[in-house]
Each structure stands twice: as structure tokens, then as C-alpha cells.
């Protein structure tokens, strides 16, 4: 068995995504292609260019990584590990170190179902990846996404309401803040999951680092459902790996003129499931994972459905259907509106006491809110993003946000 850190040393000469099949298929441990460049006789098998980058980096450089692990309490997984996902073994591309927030062995579930789409999302795809993330993490499965805004975090978003389990795989370490906006989430996810990032604590991301990480979504999940999709979406770019890897493929239907779902669309042109409740999902799993196809359609409550609605745009009832209000009748005081909800368990502190001031006063802005608790407004709009995500809160057009 090598240890983690000659793991580490060949992710890191070699680069996350990087082709790792034909090596490690040679050499069996990244140890013994180690010692073999040691020992220069490892000229002849690969060309000279990759010898160098090889070459460029040394295991010990692997213990700054380890301590960061070590002082953070996450835990490194390695192909030798026992929480090490069987299906990324077979991958080209196969990740040689993994970084863990959270509880490893739920890389080790078989019922996972991934959910992608949109970053800039609509308030039905949002209502729609949440309900159908609900379903599937109450049937059993683990939600698996990519922790972006997003239709990312309304699907762990729905895994976490049901108190089900839910993976999220980062383009960034583990310790990179990003993105601010569902830093609620990414703090919640490892009490029902895990974090999981190929790479170091503290990299940060840019345009290369989160398509690489999609293929390991697509690889860990059984099927992948994409909610909401433009024409050129990164989301496709997973609905592809997922193809690729023989999965499921399942996608969200919008309006046909809509350039939102332009992708889902072809998507179920060329052959992908389309769904229009969680069942279409879950029934392809039913005998598999033991699913009572009677309950199927029946797992999100009632409350959450309205919930959830309740951030749809409302339409507009014509102005001859609405009853005539009778003059006596007063009108109703705008503080018997302002009912407190139950928060989840995972919004924190800051965020519950925003929550409060919202209700007390019927409204309140960012900077105010800032200012009244003395915090860094960063940490302020990260806890109203998360309160608008579980429908407590609504951002108004001045800015002020007002409870629901």
C-alpha cells in the first residue's frame, strides 16, 4: 500500500484530470513510479515532457497538505482507501486523492442521483430541482451536486429538508469560501454528507477547475437530471460524462421558447428521460434499491409543496373574478402577516438573528442588518441568500428585504 502522499505527489505533478490509467496500469503504485524516476528508468516508458513535471514535485511537498487536513478535521482518501468510490476506479481519469468534509463512507452509497443545471436559475427551475431533490433524498438516495448557486444548492437544499444524505463536489479546496452566496449550505452539508474536493485546501477555482470536477459527479451518481439547461451549459457538460459512463440521463422540461431549457431539451431529443416528477426518476430504481413504487409520488409533504411555491411568481387573477370587499371590513394589520416560521437546523446563529430583527421590524436591508449586529456585511448576505433559499425571507426591488 503507498501512502497518501505519494498519491498526493502524482495528483499534484500530474494535474487534477489528468490521464492516470496507462501509468498506474505500468507501475501499479505511484510509489513504485516514484522510485522509478529515482532510479531513471522511467525515461523510456513516458515522454519527456511529463518526466519533468514529474520531476518539478516531491512527496514531502505532500505534508503541508496533510497538516491542513490534519488542523481542519478533514480526511484524505485515497484509491488504497476502504471509502474510496468503486466507479471512479475505472475512470481514465481516475482522481488519486480526494479531500473530506464531512462522513466518508457516503462516497460508498450505490444510490446516488446527481443533480446539475443552471447557475443564474429561475424561480421554477429552483422550485422544481428542490421538490424533485426532496423525493429522491427521502426514497433513499444520495443527492449528489456541485454546491454552485443555483440549481446546485436547491437540490441540496432539498436533500438537507428532507434529512436526507447529499455529496457535494467542489471546483475549489476545501477551504476556499466560494462561493460566498451558499456558504450556509456548504457549512451544512458535512453534518448530512460530505464535502468533497480532488483538490489542495485553499486552491482556488477558475474556468478549468469546475468542468473537471463534473465528471466525478456523473461518475458517482447512477443517473444525473438536468433541471435547467441554456444551449451552452456546463451542466451538459456532466449530462455528457454521465452518457459516456453508461448512466441515466434525465431532464427537466421548460417552455418550449424559453432559451433557459434550450439544452434540456435537446437533452430528451437525443434520447434522455424526461421528468415531470420524481417518480419518472425514482421508478428506474425501484427493484433495484427495494423503493415501494406506491409511495413514490407521495414523499414531499403537503407544507413543503406550498412552501416552495410560495417563491413562484403568482399569476394575476383578472380583476372581474375577485369578490367585492364589503366596506365594513378593516383591513388586515400588517404585523398579524408577519408570522415567524421554524427555521431549519442548519441556518446558523447570524442568520437566525437576522431572521428575527426582519420579523420585529417587517423589513430590513443589508447594511442595516450589518450595522445593528456588528458584522462583516459578506457574512450578512450569505445568511439572507440562505433565508430567501428556504422561503422565509423576499428580497423586495429596493433592496430591502421583507419576511414571507
Not at 460524462?241 to 427537466?252: Q, S, T, W
Not at 388586515?332 to 442568520?351: C, F, H, N, W
Request: glycine share 8%; with cysteine; proline share 6%.
Amino acid at each position: 500500500m503507498a501512502d497518501s502522499e505519494y498519491w498526493i505527489w502524482l495528483q499534484t505533478a500530474l494535474g487534477c484530470g489528468a490521464s492516470t490509467a496507462e501509468l498506474l496500469h505500468y507501475y501499479q503504485t505511484p510509489q513504485a513510479v516514484y522510485d522509478a524516476l529515482c532510479r531513471r528508468e522511467i525515461d523510456s516508458f513516458i515522454a519527456p515532457a511529463l518526466r519533468k513535471r514529474l520531476a518539478s514535485v516531491s512527496p514531502s511537498q505532500s505534508y503541508a497538505i496533510q497538516k491542513q487536513c490534519g488542523d481542519n478535521g478533514w480526511q484524505i482518501i485515497t484509491p488504497d482507501s476502504a471509502y474510496f468510490p468503486d466507479s471512479f476506479r475505472h475512470l481514465q481519469t481516475m482522481p488519486l486523492a480526494l479531500y473530506v468534509a464531512g462522513d466518508p463512507a457516503v462516497l460508498k452509497q450505490e444510490f446516488a442521483v446527481g443533480f446539475v443545471g443552471a447557475r443564474q436559475a429561475s424561480r421554477y427551475g429552483g422550485r422544481i430541482a428542490e421538490e424533485l431533490a426532496y423525493c429522491v433524498a427521502a426514497a433513499g438516495a444520495v443527492v449528489v451536486s456541485g454546491c454552485a448557486l443555483g440549481i446546485d444548492s436547491y437540490s441540496h437544499l432539498g436533500a438537507l429538508e428532507a434529512h436526507g444524505t447529499t455529496i457535494g463536489f467542489l471546483g475549489t479546496g476545501l477551504g476556499e469560501d466560494y462561493p460566498k452566496g451558499n456558504r450556509g449550505i456548504r457549512t451544512a452539508i458535512p453534518r448530512r454528507g460530505a464535502l468533497v474536493s480532488e483538490y489542495p485546501p485553499f486552491t482556488k477555482g477558475s474556468k478549468y477547475t469546475f468542468p473537471v470536477r463534473n465528471r466525478l459527479i456523473a461518475a458517482l451518481s447512477l443517473g444525473v437530471v438536468v433541471v435547467e439547461a441554456a444551449e451552452k451549459s456546463g451542466a451538459l457538460i456532466t449530462a455528457g460524462y454521465a452518457a459516456e459512463y453508461g448512466r441515466d440521463v434525465f431532464a427537466v422540461p421548460g417552455e418550449i421558447t424559453d432559451s433557459a431549457f434550450t439544452g434540456c431539451h435537446k437533452l430528451i431529443r437525443d434520447g434522455a428521460k424526461p421528468v415531470f416528477n420524481a417518480a419518472d426518476i425514482l421508478e428506474e430504481y425501484v427493484y433495484r434499491f427495494g423503493i415501494d413504487p406506491q409511495s413514490i409520488r407521495t414523499h414531499i409533504p403537503q407544507e413543503a409543496i406550498v412552501r416552495t411555491r410560495k417563491s413562484a411568481p403568482e399569476k394575476q387573477t383578472p380583476p372581474q373574478t375577485l369578490p367585492a370587499r364589503k366596506r365594513e371590513e378593516p383591513p388586515v394589520p400588517q404585523a398579524v402577516k408577519r408570522e415567524k416560521k421554524t427555521l431549519p437546523a442548519y441556518i446558523d446563529a447570524l442568520g437566525a438573528e437576522i431572521y428575527n430583527h426582519i420579523i420585529e421590524n417587517g423589513g430590513m436591508d443589508a447594511d442595516a442588518a450589518a450595522a445593528l449586529l456588528h458584522a462583516e456585511i459578506k457574512n450578512v448576505l450569505s445568511s439572507l441568500t440562505m433565508l430567501e433559499l428556504v422561503g422565509v425571507v423576499k428580497k423586495s426591488g429596493s433592496g430591502r428585504y421583507e419576511p414571507v
